[in-house]
């Protein structure tokens, strides 16, 4: 158990549809990533959040969005969902991101997301 | 961006087997991370390695940042090592992803 929890576990929904996706980091950890792993396109990074703000921003779509909240637990909502948004979403926690360099993330069980 | 290729894609190993896993990147990085993904999916970080060498029980990794790869070593295999190894590379706050190393260990 890394000590970083997603719900919800799966999630079915329909195309045009809007989700939420939440996590909570380990305790004590600042930062919060966001990543999407598809069969066709790997593991990518979303967004990045420190400390309530936005850090990094990867592969995100623009009907993607995230926050991370004062408790520093993070929402990823997904917008006019899409056939090929169908993916297991993964959030990652860290202590810190120091300088440019970012600490070992430690990731939740993920989020199965099924678009009919 | 950074590309970042792993090799070999797949591995069928019996157990008690020692492999090697590769991963190289095209240009300076940051940071150097080594996972494996489970069969239930679980992500589990192995190894936060920018350059030198690190053990973990029959696990070890190295990375020589200057020649720009990593290796992944694994030991005497157990059923349990299966799964998907990715490597991932850190740039400008982003982990780049590998496309992974499957890994099947036969009993």
């Known amino acids: 158990d890394s000590g970083v929890t997603q719900t919800p576990k799966h999630l079915i929904t329909a195309t045009g549809q809007r989700v939420t996706l939440r996590c909570s980091p380990r305790s004590g950890d600042l930062s919060v990533y966001w990543y999407q792993q598809s069969l066709d396109q790997g593991l990518q990074f979303l967004i990045q959040y420190y400390n309530g703000e936005e850090r990094a921003k990867g592969n995100i779509l623009e009907r993607f969005s995230a926050q991370q909240f004062p408790d520093l637990h993070s929402e990823l909502n997904l917008s006019s969902l899409e056939l090929g948004d169908s993916a297991l979403y993964f959030c990652?926690?860290?202590?810190?991101?120091?300088?440019?360099?970012?600490?070992?993330?430690?990731f939740g069980p993920g989020t199965r997301l099924t678009v009919l | 961006g950074i590309q970042v290729e792993q090799s070999p894609p797949d591995l069928i190993l019996q157990e008690g087997a020692n492999s090697t896993l590769r991963c190289n990147f095209s240009d300076s990085v940051n940071n150097l991370q080594w996972f494996h993904q489970n069969p239930w999916g679980q992500l589990i970080n192995l190894f936060y390695?920018?350059?030198?060498?690190k053990q973990n029980g029959r696990l070890s990794a190295t990375t020589v940042a200057t020649e720009r790869y990593s290796l992944l070593y694994i030991s005497s295999s157990q059923t349990t090592d299966s799964g998907v190894y990715f490597c991932?590379?850190?740039?400008?706050?982003?982990?780049?992803w590998g496309a992974g190393t499957k890994l099947i260990i036969k009993p």
């Open positions: 991932a590379v850190d740039s400008n706050y982003q982990l780049i």
């Open positions: 390695i920018p350059s030198g060498t």
């Open positions: 990652a926690s860290s202590t810190r991101t120091s300088g440019r360099r970012t600490d070992t993330q430690y």
